[in-house]
Every structure is written in C-alpha cells, then in structure tokens.
C-alpha cells in the first residue's frame, strides 16, 4: 500500500487558500442516485457489462438520501456543489416530459441553496436515455434539438434557483469511451461516429449556450448566468525527444483537446469536423473554463493509426492511484495556466479527486491540488471554485461500485455514509481557508 511516505512526511507546510477560493464537490446523477431504469447505463448493467459485476440501480440511494447527503456536505463546509440531471427521468421517451422528477430536483435545490450551498449543474453526464442511445445518440443530427428542448424544459423549471450550468461533462472522454476504445455503451467503435458526435454535441453546446443566456435573462436575471463545458484535460508528455513521439502527442492533443475546446468555446469547427470556420458564429461560448484534472499520460509511438499510433504509458516511479493513474499535481498547474493563457477565462475545477479505497493517499492528494491552486491564484491565474470528485463512493461507470473516490465512505450493504480522514481534512480546510500546522500534525505527519 502507498502511503505517505517518510520523504513526504515533514515536506508539508502550512499555506493558505485564496480568500475568493470557493470549495466544495461534484457527483453526476447516475452514479448516485439510484432507481432509474430508463437510462442507458441501467441496459449495460443488466445486459452484466460491468467490469465487477456491480450495477447502477441502487448506487448510493441518494435519490431518496439526498437531504442526508446535503446535510453530510454542510457538516463539510461546502460552498459550493456539482450535481447533474438524469436526463431519462425527466424525459422517458421521446418528447414526452414529465414533471415529477423536475420537482424532486427543485426541492434538492431548495434545500441546499438554504444551506448556502450554491449548485452547479450538468445537464448531460455521459448517461443518457435509452431511446436516445437507440436513435444512434450524438451521432443523429437530431440529437442537437432534441438536447435542447431538454434543456429547455429543464432550465425554464429550475433557472430561477440555478444561474450556473454545465451543458455537457467531458464530451471527450464521452466520444473517446463510447467510439474509440469502446468500453462504454453501446461498445460499437467507430473514428467516424467519434467526430461525427463532436460536431452534434459541439452544437449541441452552442445552442444551448445561448438558450440558457436567453431564458434566464427572460427570467429576469440579468446577471449570475454562468454557462460552460466541463472538460477532461489530461497531461501528455513525450517519451522521447524525437519526431516519432512527438507525432502521436501533437495528435492526442488535438483530437483530445483542441477540437474540442475550440469548437465549443470559440466556435471554430477545426479538422476533421471543419475547416476551420465558424458554423454557429463566431463568439465565447463559454462563461467560465471547466476543467477535470486527475492525471498525465506519457505517450509512445505505436504503429497503430485507430489509437491516433499513440500508446499511453504511466511515468516509471510514478506513485498512482487504485487505478493505475499518476498522481501528478504540477499537472493541474500546467493545464490551467496553458488554457488562462490561450482562453483568458476565469477556471472552475469541475472535478479533481483520487480513487483510493484505503484512503491511505488522498489527505495528501488534497493537500499537494489545492496547494497547486493557492500557486496559481497567487501567479494571477483565477481559479474561482473547486469541485472535488466525489463526495461519495459511486458507481464509476464500466469499473462498479468497487472504485472508491469519495470523501464520505458507503457501505452499499446497509447504504451507511461514514466520513473518510481525508473527507475531515477537506472539511477543515474549507472551513478555515488554510492549512494549519495542528491540521498538519493531526491529518499528515502521523
Ligand atoms: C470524470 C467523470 O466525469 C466522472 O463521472 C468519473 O467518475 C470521474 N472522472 C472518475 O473517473
């Protein structure tokens, strides 16, 4: 087990957050909640895709446990929180809404707003309704109104409690799980079916944008609408120095990241989805820069143009995580400096978090980020909220139940919450703004 290691231990020092600094967590809706059956993700688990045989439908109950879970966020100083909508609740089949769940919502909101806990929500957290994914997904021209008159109806009833929205959550590591590797419903690779998605959910994007902007302002807000894309910014460093491994890094970065970014934050529709031009108009389509940070990838050339001839390695020495992940802080400061540097947008960290069921690294995992984040505000970059992932141990998609993210522990034999050290520490930390030498000594010099 990786602990924290003697070389570490004495190495933490006493730091503060900035005072503009906003804490809190995310979750997504079909990692949590439980109980939907008309979801896409529902199908995989029953048809026994999932890698440990775990399955969705009861997760962490909080569909009927959230005011238990508010109050858990409360008890850890959360400003702020990240939660998303589960899109077949609310719209079963095609066209046909229902209202009930948008109510079970409002009330959710209601109770964490009292709490002066301001939410942040995802309309489209990977999961998705059925007929949906059957009618070919994002990659059906359709899918853009069809998204947007979900939108609608969801914004038109929640808009006035909610100024903040997220379109859509990592739309690449979306198209990279469902069409490259695969490894996500409906598990039908496609490079075609990749781009084609990007270009719908880019627009997808755009329109709903501006939709949000517009019913919002009709609402009467004139001001608080805060609109963007939570986007998965990996890492991606060279093996070597030479052509051969900076070939298939250039490509990463480009059909990983760059098509993305540009396309939704700047309407520009670059190769193989454009040539560059600016089919919605050009503009900023983006109110703050979302960005989901967990680790970096060092890439080797491979003779294999379906994996971009890219093959990802983990650097050697590297301490990682349950997953097999680098824990590689400096990561969050170079990402977010690059992209303040190229979109000059205030950043939200959407999502940032370690899987490690002993909890054994993630005290210092927090410790070693937020340290990242206070450097970054100090150098001018401006980090507004962080949104650790997760509050709660959750289904974590194609790996179950078994992968461990949480602050707060579940038991999902008696659906107990029991708050981890590290979920303590965190809430300490949001609740004085610094760490302290007794938070030091108490938490990671033990
Ligand atoms: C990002 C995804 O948005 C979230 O759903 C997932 O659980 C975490 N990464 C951890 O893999």
């Known amino acids: 087990m990786i602990l924290i290691t003697k070389e570490k231990e004495g190495n933490f020092t006493p ?10 967590s995310a979750t997504a809706s079909l990692q949590i909640e439980g109980g939907d059956k008309g979801n896409n993700w529902y199908r995989f688990c029953e048809e026994g895709r999932v890698k440990d045989g775990s399955h969705c439908i009861v997760a962490d109950d909080h569909w009927n446990r959230y005011e238990e879970d508010i109050a858990l966020m409360k008890q850890l100083n959360h400003k702020v929180y990240r939660m998303s909508i589960e899109w077949s609740r609310i719209e079963p089949e095609r ?11 409002r009330k959710m909101i209601q109770i964490m707003l009292e709490q002066d806990i301001q939410p942040l929500v995802t309309l489209h957290h990977f999961s998705e309704p059925i007929w949906f994914e059957d009618m070919g997904g994002w990659t059906n021209l359709e899918s853009v109104e069809i998204f947007t008159s979900f939108t609608e109806k969801v914004v038109s009833f929640l808009g006035d409690l909610v100024g903040e929205w997220i379109t859509i959550n990592e739309p690449n590591v979306y198209l990279e799980s469902t069409y490259s590797s695969a490894i996500f419903p409906p598990e039908k690779p496609s490079m075609r079916n990749y781009f084609k998605g990007l270009k719908n959910m880019a627009a997808a994007h755009i329109m709903t944008y501006k939709q949000i902007h517009h019913l919002r302002s009709e609402m009467g807000f004139s001001s ?27 490509l990463l970065e480009h059909n990983f990241h760059t098509i993305f970014l540009e396309s939704m934050i700047k309407g520009k529709f670059l190769f193989p989805i454009g040539l560059g031009g600016y089919p919605y108009g050009k503009g ?21 143009p379906r994996r971009l001839f890219s093959e990802l390695l983990v650097r050697k020495e590297a301490e990682i995580n349950d997953m097999g992940w680098e824990i590689y802080p400096e990561g969050l400061y170079r990402v977010c400096e690059k992209y303040f540097r190229l979109y000059k947008q205030p950043i939200y960290i959407t999502e940032n978090g370690i899987c490690d069921a002993t909890d054994a690294q993630r005290t210092a995992f927090i410790y070693d980020h937020l340290k990242v984040v206070a450097r970054l505000v100090e150098n001018g970059v401006p980090v507004e ?30 659906l107990t919450r029991t708050i981890r050290r590290s979920g303590q520490f965190y809430g300490e930390l949001a609740k004085e703004n610094e760490v302290t030498e007794a938070m030091i000594e108490k938490f990671l010099n033990q």
Not at 95 to 105: D, Q, R, S, T
Not at 229 to 247: N, P, T, W, Y
Not at 296 to 304: A, C, N, P, S
């Open 224 to 250: 608080g609408t805060k609109v963007g894309v939570a986007i998965h910014i990996r890492v991606f460093d060279a093996e070597k120095k030479g052509v051969l491994s900076k070939l298939p890094r250039a």
């Open 284 to 304: 900023t389509y983006c109110d703050f820069f979302g960005v989901n940070y967990y680790s970096r990838d060092i890439v080797k050339f491979t003779w294999d």
């Open 95 to 105: 066209g046909n809404y229902l209202e009930a769940p948008l109510v079970h919502y």
């Open 15 to 24: 730091f503060a957050l900035p005072p503009s600094l906003q804490l809190g």
């Open 385 to 414: 909220k962080y949104y650790h992932w997760s509050l709660l141990d959750n289904f974590e998609w194609d790996e179950g139940l078994q992968r461990r993210f949480g602050l707060i522990e579940v038991n999902y034999e008696t």
